[in-house]
């Protein structure tokens, strides 16, 4: 069906949310709005669905979180039979909870349990709740940290990790066989929902008539000022008995079980230093505020104008404790009370940042994902090594974009190192295989530069939670020994040597960025299309191939698939002296991703080899159009 031929169909018969209606009238006279909102469905994957919130296939409204419920209820009814049940939660972002409510109209319609928290809540606890519960599956309405025009529908199995890829191929094949206005139920709904009734039609002209308010409610979109009171069906579910709530006890359980990975074995510390916390507007509030109150730390500062849930973010446009931007406002209350530590969560709470005192200076400094994730295993490990807690066959799990110098780390302990593409869900994935060998307590630690942390299998995702309580726990313990976490890092630089890691993304907008991505990486890949037609992206033969000034020794394409990864876009290019390069799409975003590794002697020579392969690198990546570059230090 023709692009134009799907938008006047919605015209038609999307009458259930008049957001979508005001949008949809607002692009009549932008067929190039309309090709971007229709021209394909959204991608769902192993990471569910990702989008931009408004009308069409190609973006996040109730119709298409309604159709990706309805494949995944038969997915789950087919698995499961009677038995099939699902635990649903949202964060702080625009409309979650109509998503949330509407997912679960259409899993009540289908006859598949539903228990819903009944707050928005951090990642985490929806698969800490699988698990806890014994549910079918998960769903969490979250974009994580996207700025805020983007939401997200995310899908975790029966263990709480996020779907394999067979099981997100499956869904995937449900959901395409199913027409949005013809084959998707909401609660209460006939078995062939007559959209096209007079009374349905006269309501869409009248609303389709009016182009000056048709245009200004389009502005108002993403506001939040036209959103729905509840989902299609949802309140008669909920009167029906056909919605669980999730509550007090889950979150209680959770919270005690992240208390349990402590790893002080009775040693005191001083809790009595001055904290600054942000949820950056999103769903850590609670958790964080409540754990660190009930451990003993009272002297926690909430950023106010942050503390709030509000999926505008109307204080960091991009918030992502990553970036510097997002923990300004933090970094400005941590200066005003004299604070000890930042702590800042992104909106679904499943990533931590943190900045503290450089002891020259006492100037304020952003530790890296990397940096604090290094500071985590260090401390984690010598608290076992110390207390006799390790077990005999330690593992620990990092992604292949982390920095390598935890390898050296972990050995140096005892640690296995057990290397993961690039998502946590493989940590989690990790995590299972321990458990069916009967090896869950071997696993001690799990990492990615991209700020995500988990120290327990109590969960299969990242936690901001439990890394915000441990990271609180190391600064004191540390902090009682009279080291700062600078010093200490300093002291494990010194130790297995200097390694700075930084991240550069390339953004390419809109239907042409996916086919200009693809096309880099082909220039990457030896310089070769598909058709094996030379590229001359390299204009070397392969022996004098460099980045930097530093030799290729050899090139990890794991998109063969590697050392038993599962197959993916990502090239790792192995470099003399200790130093790599990876390149990669973003799972998430319309990005290419470059992850850069240099270790030396110095801080000054690191970053003048880094500055070298960036140079080399963005001869090739100047051939896609339209990129903007961003830059982010996960190393310093």
Excluded at 294 to 314: A, I, K
Excluded at 406 to 415: C, F, M, N, P, Q
Excluded at 499 to 515: D, I, K, V
Excluded at 536 to 548: C, D, T, Y
């Amino acid at each position: 069906m023709e692009t134009k031929e799907i938008y006047e169909k919605w015209c038609a018969q999307a009458d259930r949310d008049p957001d979508l209606l005001i949008e949809l009238a607002a692009m009549k006279a932008d067929p190039e709005k309309i090709r971007d909102a229709f021209y394909c469905d959204l991608e769902f994957g192993t990471g569910g669905l990702r989008g931009v919130i408004g009308a069409g296939t190609n973006r996040m409204n109730i119709y298409t979180v309604a159709r990706a419920s309805a494949g995944l209820a038969e997915y789950l009814l087919r698995r499961y039979g009677k038995d099939a049940s699902v635990v649903i939660g949202y964060d702080s972002r625009i409309k979650s909870e109509l998503f949330a409510k509407t997912a679960a109209s259409v899993f009540a319609a289908r006859g598949v349990e539903v228990s819903l928290w009944d707050r928005l809540n951090p990642v985490p606890t929806v698969s800490f709740a699988v698990r806890y519960l014994g549910k079918k599956a998960g769903v969490m309405i979250t974009a994580s940290h996207n700025p805020s025009k983007y939401n997200g529908y995310k899908v975790y199995g029966e263990d709480g990790c996020q779907i394999t890829q067979d099981a997100a191929e499956e869904i995937y094949g449900e959901i395409q066989k199913r027409n949005v206005f013809e084959d998707v139920r909401f609660y209460g709904d006939a078995e062939e929902r007559k959209t096209e009734g007079e009374e349905q039609k006269a309501e869409a002209d009248d609303l389709m008539s009016g182009e000056d308010d048709l245009l200004k409610g389009a502005d108002d979109l993403l506001s939040g000022s036209g959103d729905l009171l509840s989902a299609p069906g949802f309140e008669e579910a909920d009167r029906d008995g056909k919605i669980r709530y999730i509550g007090e006890e889950v979150l209680a359980a959770f919270l005690e079980t992240v208390r349990k990975e402590s790893v002080l074995f009775g040693e005191e510390i001083d809790r009595n230093v001055s904290i600054v916390y942000s949820p950056l507007n999103g769903t850590g509030r609670i958790p964080v505020t409540r754990i660190l109150r009930e451990t003993g730390y009272t002297n926690v500062t909430v950023v106010r104008e942050q503390e709030m849930p509000d999926g505008h973010f109307p204080t960091c446009p991009y918030p992502n404790p990553e970036i510097r931007e997002a923990m300004a406002l933090g970094i400005q209350y941590a200066e005003m009370n004299g604070a000890d530590l930042l702590l800042a969560t992104d909106p679904d709470c499943d990533r931590v940042g943190i900045a503290v005192k450089e002891p020259e200076n006492n100037e304020y400094v952003l530790l890296s994902g990397n940096e604090t994730g290094l500071l985590l295993l260090d401390y984690l490990c010598s608290q076992r090594k110390k207390h006799g807690r390790m077990p005999a066959h330690p593992v620990m799990v990092k992604t292949i974009v982390t920095m390598d110098l935890a390898e050296k780390i972990a050995e140096d302990y005892g640690v296995e190192t057990v290397n993961v593409l690039t998502g946590f869900k493989y940590v989690g994935e990790t995590i299972g295989r321990l458990e069916r060998e009967g090896r869950a307590e071997d696993y001690i630690f799990g990492f990615e530069e991209s700020y995500g942390y988990l120290s327990g299998t109590y969960v299969r995702d990242k936690d901001a939670v439990d890394a915000a309580f441990l990271i609180c726990e190391m600064f004191c313990f540390y902090k009682t020994r009279g080291i700062s976490l600078p010093e200490k890092l300093g002291e494990i630089y010194q130790r297995y040597g200097y390694c700075r890691n930084t991240l550069h993304s390339y953004a390419f907008e809109g239907e042409a960025g996916f086919g200009i991505m693809q096309e880099i990486m082909r220039s990457f890949r030896n310089g070769k299309a598909e058709t094996g037609e030379e590229q001359n992206a390299w204009k070397l033969p392969a022996s004098e191939r460099r980045f930097g000034g530093k030799r290729i020794l050899s090139v990890l394409d794991y998109r063969r698939g590697i050392d038993g990864l599962p197959k993916s876009d990502v090239l790792k290019f192995l470099l003399e002296d200790s130093t790599s390069l990876v390149i990669r799409p973003s799972g998430t975003e319309p990005k290419l991703k470059v992850y850069i590794s240099v270790t030396a002697d110095t801080r000054a020579e690191a970053e003048r080899t880094e500055a070298d392969i960036v140079r080399d690198v963005e001869d090739i990546v100047k051939n896609g159009r339209g990129s903007n570059r961003e830059r982010k230090n996960v190393g310093r």
